[in-house]
């Protein structure tokens, strides 16, 4: 005897028709053919939807008046325990898919992220390196130096730390819920590229105060020795460099072969 199964699922206080459940579900199956409503509480439904879904099969009761309650279980009919797979399965199929979707989706907004954090590495080596554009050069009788505004200098390094502590902010950001995807490679990428970013912070902040200084007149300008100054900052453009390849080239590439895809 072929039976007819209609499966009604509680969401939201309510009973609504379904063609999937998941394991955290109170469902129920309306046999026509035996005049049964089979019961079913998953294994990790809540306490709480139990005691809902027992004060609402009353709703059933009266649109099925005849109809008598069964719970499922080992000793229900074959073609109701086949039913309830078929409506897992189709949970299972349909929530995979949507999670596949939806980590494409998120994993979208990570590479952007990292592809701003390159931005503003950009901007960070552009302005430490036009700090070799503006100082005067001073000739001693031992050596070159700089002749630098130490206001302006300090400035610079300043704007350039909070620019790379941003970058370092998004890296963390974006290695967490990379890890949280399981996004293996981007994961180990943002981690290597978050790691860079802290040490070249460090560098910015402690290398100033490892060059040459020496105060001139006017105040408040200082001499900085040249090889000292231009080692600083061809230090930090390769460690920038390095960092900026890492986080703009591969999210630029994934975003462009997606959207190749959607083409």
Known sequence: ????????????????????????????????????????????????????????????????????????????PIDVLEKIEELKKSTSHLSMKFRGKEIQEFSKYLYFLNIVA??????????????LSWPQVYDSQSYLNYIINSNHFYFYIELDSLLLFFSLIIFIFTSFFGIILRRKIFTTSSIFLAVIIFLSLIYIRIGPTLLYFQATSPFPNILIRVDAFLFFIIGVDIILFVSIVGSIIPGTYWLIKKNIKKI
């Open 1 to 76: 005897m072929s039976s007819k199964l209609f499966s009604y699922l509680l969401k939201n206080n309510q009973w609504i028709k379904s063609d999937a459940i998941s394991i955290d579900d109170v469902t129920v199956l309306v046999d026509t053919t035996r005049d049964i409503i089979w019961y079913l509480e998953e294994k990790k439904a809540t306490a709480r939807k139990k005691f809902e879904a027992r004060g609402l099969l009353g709703e059933l009761k009266k649109k099925y008046e005849p109809y008598k309650f069964k719970k499922i279980d080992h000793r229900a």
């Open 118 to 131: 390159g931005v503003l590495q950009v901007i960070c080596m552009i302005i430490i390196t036009w700090a």
